[in-house]
């Protein structure tokens, strides 16, 4: 693929809170090919013809419904994206893959049970499975008459989930494993063939299993009735003398927390595309109601208060979708560098690992933009956003459990902040001499900076500051606590959101920057004036965030004169963001859609 992004070394995972890169070294949605528009068109075809004129009957949980709309994506390619041709699988990239699961989400109960069989249920054996696992699974997991579930969680042992009590215990022939146990909310329950199960040889070495439903002892239990995806089913699993032939063992005996925390990666940035995928739909559904529901003689969407929201929508998924592709990117830039290297399966560890920081990211800023999203599009619904009748109600329902499961935020907003220090202390990253680098700066006393040129010019200085201010709270925080850190939540978390803040306002800067190159600083209007206000009110929560952290670690003069050095840092333009964001709202209105996608 004729891609500058592509042809260059890919970005290493976290290295974008060091370096400064240009629009051209990142992927953005505007570099699709032909072939990978393609795949998300055939997608949302699918969806809007065969997903949505059914959702009450899935809704209801019509018996066979959702197995067979499963299976009717199959024929399509959509249910085996990620698994390779020659074992039926569409053998998609990452970015295509991404493409896919971001058109396939217009409807979470579809989405979750396509993503979990595609993930979740069906990663782990690409990745990890030997050849005759491949060749046993795959091709029925791609042809969909397998669906694929995944049981990591027990009633004890959610976040907790190296907390397995689930035993495996090899028999005395030594030819199968046999399985004791409970495994809970497992998605796809009610009627997947295959689940990947984790369990605890001799109570000790956490290993992965593939589980047949049809093994004697595996015992799906009855659905739970949740908050919302009511199209998709949840049971518990029951593990009663399951018996496991040998050779189902996945991977290694005790290294099941490698095939468990590696698909969760790919499990979470996922999310981060269904969830962008989503969103999406409901800013269309909420852009045609405001030019429907009339009040006070006019559209409710002529209202200043109602365009504020559409923007705000906007400027939201623009920043998650700039980061997603960024992201999928950089990982078939790895893949493909890889590729090229030594042992296969070590190689693709090596990617999901990479990214595992921008996987977290994904998933967290996601799903809190797609809560932000559905509880904005209920408001402009008024009554009938509350009403079952209407799109929206479901899809505030559906949106929630995306920030619990596969890692909660919390559980993910440690991840990014650990995972950071775990590369920098084992020498991936060079986050300690920037940090000793910026100390010797801000000793140095304040020198005067140069006037910024071009587009965006003052907002990518404004960046270049935000990741000082990171590289501030971050060095104050580990010199304090070192090893203690892990203990110091709440710092953590304000670390985590300035991560995720980086990376979303670089992320939408160097997209706006590259389709001003591309198209034209007009052509591109729109797009910049979406970058500048995510940056403007970016800008002050890394402020706001740096500052909670100083105060938590430094006190007397000392902070005071790191809230001086802050504040330094975060000076930035005033931005008229009110004039902007009608903009941006007139270019949703003017045809009901997220506007920075290219039809
Ligand atoms: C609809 C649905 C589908 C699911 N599908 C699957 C599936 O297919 N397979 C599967 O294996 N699991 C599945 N899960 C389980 C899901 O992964 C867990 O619910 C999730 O990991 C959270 O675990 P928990 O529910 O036990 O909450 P808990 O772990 O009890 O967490 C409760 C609260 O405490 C917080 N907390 C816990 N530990 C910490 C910590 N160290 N620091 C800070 N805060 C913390 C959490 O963030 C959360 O806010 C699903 C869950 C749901 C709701």
């Known amino acids: 693929?004729?891609?500058?992004?592509?042809?260059?070394?890919?970005?290493?995972?976290?290295?974008?809170?060091?370096?400064?890169?240009?629009?051209?070294?990142?992927?953005?949605?505007?570099d699709l090919s032909d072939d990978q528009k393609l795949i998300g068109q055939t997608t949302e075809e699918f969806v809007l013809k065969e997903v949505l004129p059914v959702?009450?009957?899935?809704?209801?949980?019509?018996?066979?419904?959702?197995?067979?709309?499963?299976?009717?994506?199959?024929?399509?390619?959509?249910?085996?994206?990620?698994?390779?041709?020659?074992?039926?699988?569409?053998?998609?990239?990452?970015?295509?893959?991404?493409?896919?699961?971001?058109?396939?989400?217009?409807?979470?109960?579809?989405?979750?049970?396509?993503?979990?069989?595609?993930?979740?249920?069906?990663?782990?054996?690409?990745?990890?499975?030997?050849?005759?696992?491949?060749?046993?699974?795959?091709?029925?997991?791609?042809?969909?008459?397998?669906?694929?579930?995944?049981?990591?969680?027990?009633?004890?042992?959610?976040?907790?989930?190296r907390n397995t009590l689930t035993r495996a215990e090899l028999n005395k022939e030594?030819?199968?494993?046999?399985?004791?146990?409970?495994?809970?909310?497992?998605?796809?329950?009610?009627?997947?063939?295959?689940?990947?199960?984790?369990?605890?040889?001799?109570?000790?070495?956490?290993?992965?299993?593939?589980?047949?439903?049809?093994?004697?002892?595996?015992?799906?239990?009855?659905?739970?009735?949740?908050?919302?995806?009511?199209?998709?089913?949840?049971?518990?699993?029951?593990?009663?003398?399951?018996?496991?032939?040998?050779?189902?063992?996945?991977?290694?005996?005790?290294?099941?927390?490698?095939?468990a925390f590696n698909t969760l990666n790919v499990g979470r940035f996922r999310i981060g595309a269904k969830c962008v995928g989503e969103s999406k739909h409901?800013?269309?559904?909420?852009?045609?109601?405001?030019?429907?529901?009339?009040?006070?003689?006019?559209?409710?969407?002529?209202?200043?208060?109602?365009?504020?929201?559409?923007?705000?929508?906007?400027?939201?998924?623009?920043?998650?979708?700039?980061?997603?592709y960024r992201t999928a990117g950089d990982m078939e830039a790895a893949t493909n560098a890889a590729e090229h290297s030594g042992n296969e399966a070590q190689n693709v560890l090596k990617v999901l690992e990479e990214y595992a920081i921008e996987s977290s990211i994904a998933k967290v800023y996601g799903s809190e933009m797609l809560d932000f999203v559905v509880d904005e599009a209920v408001q402009i619904f008024g009554g009938y956003g509350v009403h079952e009748d209407y799109p929206v109600c479901r899809a505030y329902r559906?949106?929630?459990?995306?920030?619990?499961?596969?890692?909660?935020?919390?559980?993910?907003?440690?991840?990014?902040i650990q995972t950071l220090l775990k590369r920098a202390t084992g020498g991936h990253l060079p986050l300690i001499p920037a940090v000793k680098k910026l100390a010797a700066e801000i000793h140095a006393g304040a020198s005067k900076e140069e006037t910024p040129e071009g587009v965006l010019a003052e907002e990518a200085r404004v960046i270049a500051n935000a990741k000082k201010m990171f590289l501030q709270a971050a060095g104050g925080a580990v010199q304090k606590f070192r090893e203690k850190l892990a203990g110091e939540q709440e710092l953590i978390g304000a670390l985590a959101n300035i991560v995720m803040e980086i990376y979303a306002m670089e992320s939408g800067l160097l997209r706006a920057q590259k389709a001003a190159g591309s198209q034209g600083e007009a052509a591109a209007a729109v797009m910049i004036d979406a970058a500048r206000v995510l940056i403007a009110d970016a800008a002050e929560r890394v402020h706001h965030e740096a500052k909670r952290a100083i105060a938590a670690v430094h006190e007397g003069d000392m902070l005071m004169t790191q809230l001086a050095v802050l504040k330094r840092f975060g000076e930035g333009p005033t931005v008229d963001t009110i004039a902007l964001r009608r903009r941006i709202a007139a270019a949703v209105q003017s045809q009901d859609r997220y506007p920075f996608e290219k039809r």
């Open 398 to 416: 559906d949106a929630r459990v995306n920030r619990i499961f596969e890692g909660t935020n919390e559980i993910n907003r440690t991840v990014i």
């Open 55 to 161: 959702v009450k009957d899935l809704e209801a949980k019509k018996p066979g419904l959702m197995a067979g709309l499963c299976r009717k994506a199959a024929d399509l390619g959509l249910m085996g994206p990620g698994i390779p041709e020659e074992y039926g699988g569409a053998g998609l990239d990452n970015i295509a893959t991404t493409v896919l699961t971001e058109k396939i989400s217009m409807y979470g109960g579809f989405s979750i049970t396509q993503s979990c069989h595609a993930g979740l249920g069906t990663v782990p054996i690409v990745d990890f499975g030997s050849e005759e696992q491949k060749t046993k699974y795959l091709p029925k997991l791609a042809s969909g008459e397998y669906i694929g579930a995944f049981a990591l969680s027990e009633p004890q042992a959610g976040s907790d989930a």
């Open 174 to 259: 030594g030819t199968h494993y046999i399985l004791n146990g409970q495994k809970s909310w497992i998605t796809n329950g009610g009627f997947a063939d295959l689940f990947i199960v984790f369990a605890a040889v001799d109570g000790e070495k956490l290993t992965a299993f593939i589980v047949e439903r049809k093994f004697p002892g595996c015992k799906p239990g009855s659905e739970e009735h949740k908050l919302g995806i009511h199209g998709s089913s949840t049971t518990p699993v029951f593990l009663e003398n399951c018996t496991v032939p040998k050779e189902n063992v996945l991977h290694e005996i005790g290294r099941g927390h490698v095939v």
């Open 1 to 30: 693929m004729a891609n500058t992004a592509l042809n260059k070394p890919a970005a290493k995972g976290g290295s974008f809170l060091l370096e400064s890169p240009t629009p051209q070294d990142v992927f953005t949605p505007a």
């Open 282 to 324: 409901i800013l269309m559904n909420a852009s045609k109601y405001s030019k429907e529901r009339k009040a006070f003689g006019k559209q409710i969407g002529e209202f200043g208060l109602i365009k504020e929201k559409l923007a705000e929508m906007a400027i939201q998924i623009f920043a998650a979708e700039s980061m997603l």
